[in-house]
């Protein structure tokens, strides 16, 4: 019953069969390798972008600030919602990659930036000349950090609000495959025909080892993106190994099945707790959820054996009965029995 | 009719006759100059600070970002003032100096931090391990932003929160003068002894031509910040014109006195502003004032030769009923001439 | 016949069987599953250093560039061997890294600092107060670019030349297994006992997938090279793979084991040319070597199906007397067979 | 007797009385004041460039690290002389501007960069991919740190070697005005039309209080200087003494004028000494010399009141008879009197 995160799964056998498939032989390095070749065509295929260049690092953190990076002047601030991962939970690695841009935070109640406040926050920082920081890229999360979706229409909408300033856009699809389960549509739909100009569309929290897959819209912007990628140590000399992740991961849409095994072991957990009347914060639309339970009922939960976070206060000590909330996420390998045996202890 | 800002303001005679005074022969640079131990030891007689380590740099933003670069890690989150200087007017100069560390924005309504806001943010920073940035210094502006001073309790009140943590203290004391004038609190009291670390002491806006005194009330900071200043082309090497212009401006009480002079311009101007029905939005402690009146007005005074900045809308096209604010600065050159033309106006 | 790096070769298959292990059941993230405890404790047995900390990057550059970030201040130089990766081969990495350290050439002909060119270049940063870059870590390269080693009094020759200006040292060593496997000295003579703070053990191009663990002699460290570590995107959240690697590359004494392989080939092929009357250019010592030979003779190598690296000349065009320098690297997975059709093509 | 430096002189009087009539009434800061106008078509005429921008800040360090980050990306590497300031002077300034980039040192034996060893460096640091720093700038300096001019010729065969592999040209200028007193040359001729991108002209070591004038020849990379110059804490917002400080210095040839005092009394010196058989070490052709004498003789001028740098070891200890270097330099006020002084303690 682990619902901690969907990096404490496994990585699907089909990724590390395929690893050590590619494990035969000498082979060029750092990309070179033919998997590669194999890897950039999926992606513009299932990406309908020919002429998108693709590149592989290992971590989300490389992959948003490296692209972060590459939009974003040191001078400019980056508009992101106030709950981002890169905001939250990357140890100023934006401010770090980028050379000291800032990040605006803009208001984000269910975790997908409100629209009417992408705007405010974008007026805000004008008119100061040299003075203020410059307007620079928005990067929007798909899933959000709340499990909420945008789909393609609200990605469009916040797109268009950056483009009309000239801004360019990043999405960190740390989850974006299960969103794509969610809504169903096309990944070009989301992305670059919604206005996205760069994508990291994770891997490792959707059943592979270590793989970000990083999409340029703008193949132009590729170099700039390999030297800081070297400079950042984050280049694989041994980059066969990302790459048969990618392929196998891309192939016969695994990718949009483990996705979908997640969000349906997330639905029916979101449907139990419902059942059993505990409050969920936001629409379950993904593969996590927050739910408010009393301290006494966490407790008993993790007594149990469950595994989760908990927002806004600790397991131990307290009175029984505060309302504290906690994380549920589901990876691809959550099954229909753990769900219900955590169910089972509510 | 000049209100546009303080540094729109001359420097005192004084200022400039003491640095065609240090214009004669040969002399030691980059603060071996004699004069600049004449300067420390007057900043440790004024603050009570026998140990405190003074340093001179040309600018305000020099100032508060050598200072935080000191004081912060690049991993950590400095706590700033949604208003404050460093956050608006510095074109990400914090985040440059200090290696991409992050600004945590507190709110502060008139000016001056909110202690239970500060709390909170400083607890929101709170659990993440690695992966939140982690908590660094307070950064406190006096007087604020919006015209307000927060006295030596307050400044005592926000810097405890920040000490029941372990974090350093840094003041923005660009108008610090013009706070002190007008509580007529001892500066030891508003600095140091209210749990102040480093001080950013402002002499550019109050009658020098180029100058922010440093003060680092703990001398073991002073050998990294010499580095820090050395790096960023801040360390003059003739700068004994630096030493000239803060031996005179701290000379017989110049520094208050022309801080006061500012104070009772604005003090005039806000009386009059008052007696007319103008809005006032803050209270006017310190020299500067920002008043909401219709555009209309404010194009009648800019027509008649007043001169300041507007906020949320220009003074072109637009509803002629419109609300703008308006900020009036008073330098310690303003005279009540000026600010009765300025009133007759209305 | 590939001799192009050895990080073109395949990883042992233990160390995808290791990861293939792992891959089962939830486990958490970022270094805190059971495996990374095992691993910290083999390495401080191995280097009979029982305080020490140990943590793991996947890459070369990350590793290097965490340690010298965390031992250099910003305005400090680093002393390198001119020929040392961390200035030829990263892209500025360590620039980045420290936040804008200097890198100081040291003369190393043979690829091994000469001492008293240490000497001397630490003697050259000294007496310009804060103007000139301040004296920072000596990093040492083991086995060293040209493929010589210097073996453990080499190195604490070097080392006593830092620590008695009381400069930090850190070990490149990124093939430091095959330089242990060539003398046979115990790690901890090569390392901690010979002066060494803080170590890259290099993996990746001696057998694992992607990996290279750091160990840092001076616990108290730790948590700044965590912080920069997470900050850098260098922080596994499935750290489960790279925990793997390592036990299984340290169980049993793989990693020498394989070293001394690719020792082996080397051996095997630097005898073989200087019996064909071959140049080479430094004593063949750890698993690669250069050797210096006319541009026809290059020629008919690769045309043969032989892959590896010239220096100072292209194989197309030119004069066919020219000589070229070219690099053949043995990997742990170079057999005799491939090393013989290589001498056969002579 | 103080040939310590240029900046150990006073500024012209000229200087401060311009400062004192800018101190006059309101004035617009950060650059708006009508005298910058003044400023900017006075330099675009001098220099024959209609369409530079030119933009004024207080120390060289400043000039030279802001217009390198504005010229390099953080992966590249700037060429440079091995005596030059940016790499001995500077604290790594330049690396921490550029957000990370390298300095590739150029031998000078002379202080005047030797082409063939500029096109060596630029040649080594090809064709490693991303692996290896890219090529950046190249950095001239004029004079020289060895007080020897390159003159139009020079320059233009230098930066002729960058820009045939497409690199831009930076001229550290801080004695700029000494070459020309020296050699007559237009400031054209030395400058762009010599195939010079971006001027530091030093203003403060010739008779100013603190003043570089920072000349694009390119306006369009103006914006990108505006912003790092402010986020730099290097915009002025009593700009006007800046601005009033370049009027004066450009006005009636006085910037050449105080050149060519300098220049004269550094010829004097020279011929005294070389009248009294001290070697010089190189060519005396602007406002410095180095000098090589025993350890005794530099005491003895030392007593009798000179001040200077000594290189290669201190006055004080050591054999009388050791061969220690000197360096003079002359500053605009020195006067015959003291070189006769000087000259009269050998």
């Not at 001078?75 to 939970?89: K, S, Y």
């Not at 950090?145 to 300033?165: N, S, V």
């Not at 897959?213 to 170099?223: E, Y």
């Not at 639905?267 to 629409?283: D, I, K, M, N, T």
């Amino acid at each position: 019953m682990n619902f901690a995160s969907d990096n404490a799964g496994p990585a699907h056998p089909a990724i590390l069969a395929a690893m050590t498939a590619a494990n035969a032989g000498h082979s060029p390095g750092y990309g070179a390798e033919a998997a590669m070749e194999r890897v950039q065509a999926m992606v513009r295929e299932i990406f309908e972008a020919p002429e998108a260049a693709v590149r592989l690092v290992a971590t989300g953190t490389a992959a948003n600030s490296l692209l972060l990076a590459t939009l974003a002047r040191p001078w400019e601030t980056i508009f992101c919602a106030r709950t981002a991962h890169v905001q939250e939970d990357e140890c100023n690695a934006p401010e770090f990659f980028t050379g000291g841009a800032k990040l605006t935070l803009v208001e984000a109640p269910d975790g997908r930036m409100d629209p009417d406040a992408l705007r405010a926050a974008i007026a805000a920082e004008e008119g100061r000349g040299v003075h203020g920081p410059k307007r620079g890229p928005v990067t929007l999360t798909e899933t959000s950090e709340k499990g909420t979706t945008h789909g393609p229409a609200r990605i469009a909408e916040l797109a268009a609000i950056a483009r009309a300033h000239g801004l360019p856009v990043h999405m960190d699809g740390a989850r974006l495959s299960n969103a794509l389960a969610h809504c169903g549509a096309r990944p070009a739909g989301i992305s670059w025909q919604a206005g996205v100009d760069a994508l990291s569309l994770g891997a490792t929290k959707n059943g592979c080892v270590g793989l970000e897959i990083v999409v340029l819209f703008d193949p132009a912007q590729a170099q700039e993106f390999d030297y800081r990628r070297k400079r950042a140590g984050h280049l694989f000399s041994k980059h066969r190994y990302l790459s048969a992740q990618a392929e196998a991961w891309l192939s016969d849409g695994l990718w949009l099945d483990l996705a979908a095994r997640a969000n349906a072991a997330a639905a029916l957990l979101a449907q139990g707790l419902g059942a059993r009347g505990v409050e969920l914060l936001y629409p379950v639309e993904a593969n996590l959820m927050f739910f408010r339970a009393p301290r006494g009922l966490h407790r008993r939960l993790h007594e149990g054996g469950a595994q989760y976070y908990l927002w806004g206060g600790d397991l131990e000590g307290g009175n029984p009965d505060d309302l504290l909330t906690g994380r549920l996420v589901c990876d691809w390998s959550a099954d229909a029995a753990a769900v219900e045996r955590f169910l089972a202890l509510i």
